[in-house]
């Protein structure tokens, strides 16, 4: 199934997607249409232009490939499936997410990755090809972020507040120099490079997600950041 979306609502498209028999749809001029896929299953989206807020928001397997930028709150609260951005990405990406996988070419804007969480054999995946913004991992409780500023900005690879609240989970920063102000309940370890086989299988992946070459991704120095069992988070909400 192929259509524009030029003039159209985000219920109509959404009814009409759920409607089609097709496992695929190809959307073209997408234009702040927001919940784009809202909990879906079962099918492959193609979209063209620029999605609303809350593309993927509760997504359950469906599997969206982005041709453009997308806005906030991509992937919210998405239990499964895979969301793949050709262009940047606003705040609050993979709010609150459980499952599955979000890749992006480029930037993200603030609080990307914030009370990610894991469960079982569901544990969330966010990568990144540019930079972040501040608040990066806020409040994370599972999970992978991995932010590769594979243009090596000079600006910097994130923003202010890093890992605040982090209590679970891991975060991978390809950097040569450790983000300013961390939290005294985030552990730093330098790595070299990537020797994690599911990290690299991740690499992996984005890099066939976006056509461009594996091979370098593993080189660092990256930044492993976790949180620090010796000064956790919790020792400053309870009584011990």
């Given amino acids: 199934m192929k259509f524009s979306a030029q003039g159209m609502d985000h219920r109509t498209l959404n009814e009409r997607v759920r409607a089609s028999g097709d496992s695929l749809a190809e959307i073209a001029d997408c234009l702040g249409q927001r919940y784009i896929a809202a909990g879906l299953s079962g099918k492959t989206l193609r979209l063209w232009g620029t999605p609303g807020n809350a593309l993927g928001a509760y997504l359950d397997g469906c599997s969206i490939e982005v041709f453009g930028n997308v806005q906030d709150a991509v992937g919210d609260t998405m239990n499964d499936g895979t969301i793949v951005v050709h262009g940047n990405a606003g705040d609050a990406l993979g709010y609150a997410m459980r499952g599955g996988k979000i890749f992006v070419r480029g930037d993200v804007g603030y609080r990307a990755g914030i009370h990610m969480k894991a469960y079982k054999d569901h544990r969330p995946v966010i990568v990144v090809g540019g930079v972040a913004g501040s608040f990066l991992g806020e409040y994370q409780a599972g999970g992978v972020l991995v932010v590769l500023?594979?243009?090596?900005?000079?600006?910097?690879?994130?923003?202010?507040?890093?890992?605040?609240?982090?209590?679970?989970?891991?975060?991978?920063?390809?950097?040569?120099?450790?983000?300013?102000?961390?939290?005294?309940?985030?552990?730093?370890?330098?790595?070299?490079?990537?020797?994690?086989?599911?990290?690299?299988?991740?690499?992996?992946?984005?890099?066939?997600?976006?056509?461009?070459?594996?091979?370098?991704?593993?080189?660092?120095?990256?930044?492993?950041?976790?949180?620090?069992?010796?000064?956790?988070?919790?020792?400053?909400?309870?009584?011990?």
Avoid: K, W
């Fill in 149 to 240: 500023d594979l243009d090596r900005d000079p600006a910097g690879i994130v923003g202010n507040f890093c890992g605040t609240g982090m209590h679970g989970g891991e975060m991978y920063l390809r950097c040569a120099a450790l983000p300013h102000a961390l939290p005294a309940q985030v552990r730093a370890e330098r790595l070299e490079r990537v020797e994690d086989p599911e990290i690299l299988q991740i690499l992996s992946e984005y890099a066939a997600a976006f056509g461009i070459p594996s091979a370098g991704l593993a080189e660092g120095p990256y930044f492993r950041l976790t949180p620090n069992t010796e000064n956790p988070y919790r020792l400053l909400y309870t009584n011990n």
